[in-house]
């Protein structure tokens, strides 16, 4: 009665046991592509131990720089600054003053001569060197003509009268050796009247500077083959050169000269070194 209740009950333990079979193709696949991988890396490993060295290509970057600015500061004194562009670098060139000299009147070469020009007649002259016009020149007045040293022909007409009348002309040939000399225009019958302050024009034809003593006083220095100009009034006066610096009483001088004033513009010259 029993019987039925007691059968065997089966387990299905026939797919427990096949399942490690199933998966042995797999592992052995597994296994296998591995150890292909090995063989092909052990293959290479002496071609990859013994590559050369590659060494990385430099990359070069080309740019053109900003423009320089130079900035010259002209006109300033020792010491003075420019202010920097803020856009570019700056080049800043500082020009300081020369210390101060007397400027010559007529810087000239040496085959040149400065040529003083002065009319002390009433009217306007033109003023001609070798036939060729070169200057006019009020009345009372005088210029400065930059002269070729040598033998010139000069001469001098009334202004805006014919050059070719010798009674409105007058004309003299004569040589230029000095480095500053002058050519007076005067007459005694037609001369204008002095003022009464005169001009005095001193030519140092000489090659050291000069200090110029007017009856006794200093008056102004003079540059050597230079010229410079005194004002005053007319009559008698002394007038001496002294070497630079030096005074009358020091007995570094020239002679001493009584000079007597009368034309508008006169002249006084001096020749040669003074001691």
Not at 55 to 66: K, L, S
Not at 206 to 232: C, H, Y
Request: hydrophobic letters at 35%; proline letters at 10%.
């Amino acid at each position: 009665m029993w019987r039925g209740c007691c059968a065997a009950i089966e387990y299905p333990m026939s797919e427990k046991k096949s399942e490690p079979r199933d998966r042995t193709p797999v592992y052995i696949a597994i296994v296998g592509a591995t150890a292909t991988v090995l063989a092909a890396l052990i293959t290479q490993l002496p071609n990859l131990m013994n590559r050369p060295e590659v060494t990385p290509t430099p990359i070069v970057i080309t740019a053109t720089p900003p423009p320089t600015h130079v900035t010259q500061a002209t006109n300033m004194s020792p010491g003075a600054t420019t202010a920097p562009s803020t856009t570019a670098p700056t080049a800043t060139v500082e020009l300081r003053a020369a210390s101060a000299t007397p400027v010559p009147s007529s810087p000239t070469p040496d085959n040149i001569v400065t040529l003083v020009l002065v009319n002390n007649l009433p009217q306007a002259m033109e003023f001609f060197v070798d036939g060729v016009s070169v200057s006019s020149i009020d009345s009372g007045a005088y210029q400065v003509v930059p002269v070729e040293r040598g033998r010139h022909e000069f001469k001098q007409c009334v202004h805006g009268s014919d050059t070719a009348n010798p009674n409105n002309c007058f004309a003299k040939s004569t040589i230029l050796n000095d480095a500053v000399d002058y050519w007076e225009m005067f007459e005694t019958n037609s001369s204008i009247p002095p003022q009464s302050t005169l001009k005095l024009i001193v030519i140092n034809q000489s090659s050291t500077p000069q200090d110029i003593f007017m009856d006794g006083i200093f008056a102004k220095t003079v540059n050597a083959r230079d010229f410079i100009e005194l004002n005053g009034p007319g009559g008698l006066h002394t007038i001496q050169p002294c070497a630079q610096g030096a005074t009358p009483a020091s007995g570094s001088c020239g002679e001493r000269t009584s000079l007597q004033l009368s034309k508008r513009i006169e002249i006084y010259k001096i020749l040669g070194n003074v001691p």
